[in-house]
């Protein structure tokens, strides 16, 4: 159990890094740290929808600024840049990776398996109507990667790494990048979201938020 | 900075709880921590869509019972049951809601307050094409309550507190209880996704979850 101070400190600490120090490279222990962050995350059936790409060769990075408007000082300066992306149809209480997952990823037996895929159906049908169209699909799978992801920004804040989510690019041109890298297979996979990560240069900008009272309501 | 292992432990203490020690109250300090890193959390362009309803009524967590098959257990037992509910058509380039959170909140001089919603409208209307449908634009809003989701999970689990994330409901009938209930502006909000927090009752199951080299590729 942590001291309540130090968690705190980690969320003030946390802001969106534009630019960071070239010079200084995340250690490969911190970052894996991060990376369980992210794979450990929770996500809804426990289906982990995500894969996460880390992008450190500098020709990729250097195609990417072409779309990525948001990561222009991010891409060339951080330590550890990443892509998730998030499986498509694959999501689909009726594929065959759903009936793959739920049998050697979460070790069902085989009326769980039934059970399961058929509470997943009513679920995806009729609870959220996820399979009103492939985008509401998709996503819902991104809003699970979405948890991965502030795992992982929060987890690089607690042992003192800066961070930034990046959702400013234009998607149909930075999936064709990815694609052409033989990194993203259009057919299974999209991009949910990116980030980057490493060490500060410039000092942090003051943090501006709504009052708690202003965005916490009890119902008591 | 703070300890990897005991970082690490707080991501495999952290489970599904589905059920909690009814006589095991969070402190109001434990809690508050909670909400604040909820309220401390990233959002895309800072525009926190967000609002935090802790719901300790019983008559509604009652209620709820009959929409939300996923809490069947945790809307009885758990200490502090939370909605996130996320902003419809506010969230929009063009919309009052934003005019005033540049300038109230963000504290943004006029003429970045300009360039901020042009970047922001082509940001909505080309990049990530937010306005194709309501629906769209809701779960981009959506995707960063995520973010704060898996913060206040996080945070709870660092702090040895229980939780769950909760999408197991009937969303319509479940917002409707909520606007009756007079905790959801239907005009102007939507549920994105609730969470229940506690102390566990029964033992933790084992954790699954894909290997590392299945979801994590190395672009070098």
Known sequence: MLNKQEVLAAFEFRHACKQFD???AISADDFQLILEAGRLSPSSFGFEPWR???IQNT??????????WGAQNSLPTASHYLAILCRKDDMRFDSAYIDHFMREVQHLPEDSVERKRERYRIFQERDLKLLESPRALF?????QAYIALGNMMTTAALI????????????ATTEQILADA???D???FGLAVMAAFG???????????????DVIVWVE
Do not use: H
Request: proline letters at 6%.
């Open 22 to 24: 070239s010079a200084k």
């Open 52 to 54: 996460f790409v880390v």
């Open 59 to 68: 020709a990729l990075r250097e195609k990417l600024k072409q779309t990525v």
């Open 139 to 143: 996503d819902w799978a991104c809003k």
């Open 160 to 171: 003192g790494i800066d961070s930034c989510a990046i959702e400013g690019y234009d998607l």
């Open 182 to 184: 033989g990194v993203l």
């Open 186 to 188: 259009r057919d299974k």
């Open 199 to 213: 060490y500060r240069i410039n000092p942090q900008p003051p943090k501006t938020r709504q009052a708690a009272k």
